[in-house]
T-cell receptor
């Protein structure tokens, strides 16, 4: 069964510190992997999209990595800010015979940045 | 400004009273979908549409209906709401379904309470 597992479920860090969120998936073959940021009560907003051939992609202080061999991805946040407090969702898009499958969502990691 | 607009943002209704949540996008996207988000379960797809007059069930379609008469609109209909449909709902749109070169844009969310 196609699954996306994220860890940790929640994380508390101090402002200015770095952190890394993990995503493991069993989707195969897959088309792309995305990371979304979701503020409480708001819709998810895309941070990065990576295909299977990409190893890393950055968006400001956010850097996503992908290891397609081990089916793992990570999202690294540098010099965290209070506004980084949110849930971060890993999403994988399957690739079924050339057509694109529906998105498969992880349950998210809830990050709290404290002053 | 490119956006997905849902209405209403908040809704409290009684069991059995039909309701419609509207969703509109101004990006000429082909693909639209509805999700519900519940604590501990992440985002789950209710219905999706690959284009006008083309709709299909997602993972949790029971109790919901949709229609896609125009490209920009994708309303979610609850014919006879029940308390287990109390949830946070999101509409999303994208150029294609999971394509590598496109991202999904989410609406602001509709918080529905059925009493």
């Amino acid at each position: 069964k196609n699954q996306v597992e994220q860890s940790p479920q929640s994380l508390i860090i101090l402002e200015g510190k770095n952190c890394t969120l993990q995503c493991n998936y069993t989707v195969s073959p897959f088309s792309n992997l995305r990371w979304y940021k979701q503020d409480t009560g708001r819709g998810p907003v895309s941070l990065t999209i990576m295909t299977f051939s990409e190893n890393t992609k950055s968006n400001g202080r956010y850097t996503a990595t992908l290891d397609a061999d081990t089916k793992q991805s990570s999202l690294h946040i540098t010099a965290s800010q209070l506004s980084d407090s949110a849930s971060y969702i890993c999403v994988v898009s399957p690739n079924y015979g050339g057509s694109q499958g529906n998105l498969i969502f992880g349950k998210g990691t809830k990050l709290s940045v404290k002053p | 400004e490119a956006q997905v607009t849902q209405n209403p943002r908040y809704l409290i209704t009684v069991t059995g009273k039909k309701l419609t949540v509207t969703c509109s996008q101004n990006m000429n996207h082909e693909y639209m979908s509805w999700y519900r988000q519940d604590p501990g379960l992440g985002l789950r797809q209710i219905y999706y549409s690959m284009n006008v007059e083309v709709t299909d069930k997602g993972d949790v379609p029971e109790g919901y209906k949709v229609s896609r008469k125009e490209k920009r609109n994708f309303p979610l209909i609850l014919e006879s709401p029940s308390p287990n449909q109390t949830s946070l709902y999101f509409c999303a749109s994208s150029l294609g379904q999971g394509r590598r070169d496109t991202e999904a844009f989410f609406g602001q969310g509709t918080r529905l309470t059925v009493v």
